[in-house]
């Protein structure tokens, strides 16, 4: 083993939390944390969002789940939105009576709608009474009567004037069911047909020469008879209208002057009083459509043609509008439009249109999850249209799609004025930035999420205070100082950092909630250091099936790993797996072999299309080590294979090509590898060793096999100097590490990584371009001339 190189001391496996920052007994004592923990850059964006009024300055609230930036958002929208002072208007529709296909909207100010519906319905009762009642009074009907009376009196004049000449012929005029007939008379007595037929042939064709006579008499007589009905019809509908207009005048009246300065309500309501004076025969008169209805149904019909449909009623909204929509469909975020069913048929009106997510948060600020979003079928197109049009139109956009087109509503659209704000993922916010290219346009602000914070004393006091906030809104017990340092801790380690915290504020409130849990099964009053461990350990063990079944199958020699002895070609990498939120390390048996041939290094897990591209690209970079490192003077002949041992799922990552390297250079160079070192990191063309993910976790994962057949004091796990900073290992490792049964090494070339793997020199390159005598260097390139000669 290399004489320089020294293990890494316990001080930097592991970084404690200095109770001197925690000034404190408990956390009882401490102020409660306000506003978000470590998230200035994001309260920065967020107020630059909000406060930029122009059109596209929406924004995407993008960071990892369980950072609290749901939370976050949520909160500092409606902090934003009690400060404002303008509140957002109200939105009612009102049918068109000129087209109840288009109902059109009115906008009041906040308030005023809900006022407004109530005096309409107090408006449209008092009609229900006094406009039957005016049909009913004894003015209109003397009216109405003598109307009838004159129109009946011209008829009947006309009509005596044909039966006086009637009766010079001895012929009788009869009445029956408005018709007019003639018929002989004979002594007094009008003729039947009988009769008639005994007469001679003289006297019946007299007779029918007379009748005709008569007819065309009675024509003429009655020419005038449409004229007279319709003057009649045209004095009965003037004066439907004047009892009308008498009667609603000084209902509408009042009710104008209420709204003399709402020029749109009086508007309206001119044109309720107009349709009413119109059809008020039809609606109120004799035999009109409300006779043969009961009251409710009268009330019902006045309401589906002149009342109000309240959409969005803000006269209780404090600033302006915030609002979440948990299930962003279509219908839900732009409203619809119901039907119902009536004798099997679908019938709609303008008071069955329903408001939508954007309608309530017009003005105002609307939240979506933007994964929910994209989800929804036609949703995220509409959104995009809608803001760009800065209005809302309900619609049915599986008609745009089908082709079949129903008879429904098209409400007039409603102006709108909304703030976006999605919440995502980086992925999601990369992919719609990729794939749409007007979503730059429309949200324009990045509230980027840290997950991390830098540890500082400042930082962990702010830490406390947040633990001790969240406590106190989870109603948990307050925690001793010793349990928030372990949590400082063990925050640092979510991190991969010794210098950061984690900002997964869900993660520590599960944790809260559980150690929580442990306290109340001790029977302590104070969460302390062991109820959290307690907490950590039991979620491990409830989450470490699949861990324990691959160690299980390395000690009973399912799977071939070996922790001691020597091996040529043969070395230990590690890696991660990752299940759900469960990440754990497994030591992997990595080989080599090497013979004459020009095939280069050949990645069998790249051949079966098990490698992914980063773990290949990991594999071809080795090519280009060796030549830089040892064949500048000759070209390099080499067939080699390398392969992942007993690894049957797909691989990817660069962290094995540290141990990929030194294996090759063993099996080149016949020099064994001590298997009980096993080794993580990636390495670049310079033969760098270049930091990796999970180191935490790879090293445990070696060492629980270690400790399971026995620690013997050699076994160690050799990773990049670069990852140093990011080891927060277990207490047990820490442990084995400080009483000597254990060992981590950090190295920073692969020089350093081969001395402690092959336990001699690696070898310095010398003026002349040779590596010293005897040292592994050396070996390699003697052995690569070998191979060289032997193909040619």
Not at 542 to 547: A, Q
Not at 610 to 638: N, T
Not at 671 to 679: D, E, K, L, N, V
Request: aromatic content about 8%; proline content about 4%; some cysteine.
């Amino acid at each position: 083993m290399s004489e320089t190189m020294q293990a890494l001391s316990v001080d930097q496996l592991y970084k404690v939390c200095d109770h001197q920052d925690l000034p404190f007994r408990t956390t009882e004592t401490l102020e409660n944390f306000s506003g978000f923990f470590g998230q200035e850059r994001a309260i920065e964006a967020m107020e630059f969002g909000v406060s930029m009024r122009r059109p596209g300055y929406n924004l995407f609230v993008m960071g990892n789940p369980h950072t609290g930036r749901f939370s976050f958002a949520i909160e500092n929208l409606k902090n934003y939105a009690k400060k404002e002072n303008s509140k957002p208007s109200d939105w009612c529709y009102l049918n068109n009576l000129s087209d109840s296909r288009y109902p059109v909207i009115l906008e009041l100010p906040a308030g005023k709608a809900a006022q407004l519906r109530k005096d309409v319905d107090t408006l449209l009762e008092s009609i229900l009474t006094d406009l039957p009642a005016a049909f009913e009074s004894p003015g209109y009907q003397r009216s109405k009567s003598r109307i009838e009376r004159d129109f009946t009196r011209r008829y009947d004049q006309a009509v005596d004037s044909v039966e006086r000449k009637a009766r010079e012929f001895s012929i009788a005029v009869y009445r029956d069911a408005g018709s007019i007939g003639f018929t002989p008379v004979s002594e007094g007595q009008a003729m039947d047909e009988a009769g008639f037929s005994q007469l001679p042939e003289d006297e019946r064709e007299a007779f029918q020469r007379n009748i005709d006579f008569l007819e065309e008499e009675l024509n003429e007589a009655l020419t005038e008879l449409p004229k007279w009905r319709r003057e009649a019809a045209g004095q009965i509908k003037a004066l439907d209208r004047e009892t009308a207009q008498r009667s609603l005048a000084p209902l509408f009246a009042g009710l104008k002057e209420r709204y003399v300065h709402q020029a749109n309500v009086v508007n309206y309501l001119t044109h309720i009083e107009r349709d009413l004076i119109k059809n008020a025969s039809d609606i109120a008169g004799e035999g009109g459509t409300l006779e043969t209805r009961t009251d409710q149904m009268r009330i019902n019909f006045f309401q589906e043609n002149y009342g109000i449909n309240l959409m969005v009623d803000n006269h209780k909204t404090k600033g302006a509008p915030v609002v979440y929509e948990a299930h962003p469909s279509y219908e839900n975020l732009f409203g619809r439009v119901e039907y119902n069913s009536e004798m099997g048929a679908l019938v709609t009106n303008y008071q069955l249109i329903r408001p939508g997510a954007l309608h309530r948060a017009n003005g105002g600020y609307l939240l979506l999850e933007a994964e929910k979003l994209i989800e929804q079928p036609f949703v995220y197109s509409a959104l995009k249209r809608a803001l760009k049009s800065h209005e809302i139109r309900i619609e049915n956009p599986i008609n745009e799609y089908t082709g079949v087109s129903t008879i429904t509503l098209n409400p007039q659209p409603i102006k709108l004025n909304v703030k976006v704000v999605l919440v995502g993922g980086r992925d999601t916010y990369y992919l719609l930035q990729e794939l749409d290219h007007d979503f730059e346009k429309m949200f324009r602000v990045v509230v980027d999420f840290d997950e991390d914070v830098r540890r500082t004393p400042s930082s962990i006091r702010n830490y406390a205070r947040l633990m001790k906030t969240l406590a106190t809104e989870e109603g948990l017990a307050p925690l001793k100082r010793e349990a928030v340092a372990r949590l400082v801790e063990h925050s640092s380690r979510l991190a991969e950092d010794q210098e950061m915290l984690s900002a997964h504020i869900g993660e520590l409130v599960d944790l809260l909630c559980e150690a929580d849990f442990r306290r109340k099964q001790k029977g302590d009053e104070l969460i302390n250091a062991p109820h959290v461990e307690a907490a950590l350990q039991a979620k491990e063990k409830r989450t470490g099936r699949l861990s324990e079944k691959i160690l299980e199958g390395i000690l009973n020699r399912t799977v071939l790993i070996d922790t001691d002895g020597e091996s040529v070609g043969c070395a230990n990498g590690l890696t991660v797996l990752q299940v759900g939120d469960v990440a754990f390390g497994t030591p992997a048996r990595i080989t080599v072999t090497v013979h004459p041939g020009s095939k280069g290094i050949v990645d069998i897990e790249r051949e079966v299309t098990l490698g992914q591209p980063i773990h290949s690209k990991g594999v071809l970079i080795l090519s280009g080590y060796l030549g830089h490192k040892y064949a500048r003077q000759f070209p390099i002949s080499l067939s080699a294979s390398i392969a992942m041992e007993q690894s049957y799922g797909y691989i990817d990552g660069d962290s094995a090509s540290l141990a990929e390297i030194c294996t090759l250079i063993s099996a080149l160079t016949d020099i064994p590898i001590r298997q009980s070192f096993a080794t993580t990191g990636s390495i670049n063309q310079y033969g760098e060793v270049q930091a990796i993910g999970g180191v935490n976790e790879k090293i445990e994962g070696f060492f629980k096999l270690c400790q399971m057949r026995g620690l013997t004091g050699k076994q160690s796990v050799i990773i990049p100097k670069a990852n140093v900073r990011n080891l927060m290992l277990k207490k047990e490792v820490v442990k084995a590490v400080a009483d000597g049964d254990f060992a981590i090494y950090a190295v920073s070339n692969v020089d350093e990584c081969l001395e402690l793997l092959m336990g001699r020199k690696a070898g310095q390159l010398k003026a002349d371009g040779s590596f010293s005598q005897r040292s592994i260097n050396a070996e390699v390139v003697k052995r690569l001339r070998e191979v060289a000669k032997a193909k040619a």
